[in-house]
């Protein structure tokens, strides 16, 4: 394929992205126009193929599922522009695990369809920010306590040792992080408390960071 610009790698690359988007209207094809038409717009080359990932997995979830309403919803300009904000993270991101959530996200927003397009954006947003090692703290926090804990203990303690991997400073930096997006609210890791209070550090997690707990617990 020739990389100047007589047009060659334009129009393969919008043969892909119609392909990709045939694929997913042969299994929903009230889908597949506003799948065609974010496509078709995007200049992906190579990283064309994680959007196909997410598309693909998208298409296999919601195979047999029929609703009116999503029906309707996914013809809306507001959709379209959703699906393009989530495919361009898509493309970008090298974690599977969070191309993974990105596809939950549209799973959910053509499942369920109703929240504001201005919260959606939030969640896009917060979850572009995020990196596999704060996937894995966040687990560690929602983690169940021990049933049998000691007399005393503190946060720290108890996140060093589910996440051996991680140092005292790495936690500290890491949780920092997820204060500041307002997915948890743990100020203090040093303060010694009760075995029990030390061991459940479930309440750390914010309303909003539950919410990403709903695709997190799901790998």
């Known amino acids: ?42 200049s992906l080359g190579r ?15 919601l195979s047999g599922f029929k609703s009116t309403v999503s029906e309707e919803y996914v013809r809306t ?43 959606q954006i939030r969640f896009l ?3 572009e920010e995020l990196q596999p090692d704060h996937l894995r703290l966040i687990r560690a926090l929602h983690q169940s306590p021990s049933p049998s804990p000691g007399m005393m203990g503190s946060p720290n303690q108890t996140l060093r040792r589910r ?18 997006l307002r997915l948890t609210n743990l100020s203090s890791l040093k303060v010694m408390m009760t075995g029990h209070g030390a061991e459940d550090l479930r309440h750390s997690i914010t309303a909003y960071g ?6 997190i617990m799901k790998a």
Do not use: C
């Not at 919008?14 to 392909?19: C, G, I, Q, R």
């Not at 996440?163 to 500041?180: K, T, Y």
């Open 1 to 42: 394929m020739k990389d100047d610009h007589t047009g060659l790698a334009v129009t393969t690359k919008t043969e892909t992205a119609l392909d990709i988007a045939a694929a997913v209207a042969s299994t929903i094809p009230w889908i597949g126009g506003p799948v065609g038409s974010v496509l078709s717009g995007m």
């Open 47 to 61: 990283k064309m193929s994680r959007v196909r990932e997410v598309l693909m997995g998208l298409a296999e979830e």
């Open 77 to 119: 300009e507001e959709f379209e522009e959703l699906l393009e904000q989530t495919l361009k993270r898509a493309a970008e991101e090298r974690s599977e695990e969070k191309r993974r959530i990105y596809r939950d996200f549209l799973i959910d927003a053509i499942s369920s369809p109703g929240e504001a397009y201005d919260e």
């Open 125 to 127: 947003r917060t979850l």
């Open 163 to 180: 996440l051996p991997e991680f140092d005292e400073e790495r936690i500290g930096d890491l949780l920092a992080q997820l204060n500041d």
């Open 210 to 215: 539950q919410r990403f707990l709903r695709y």
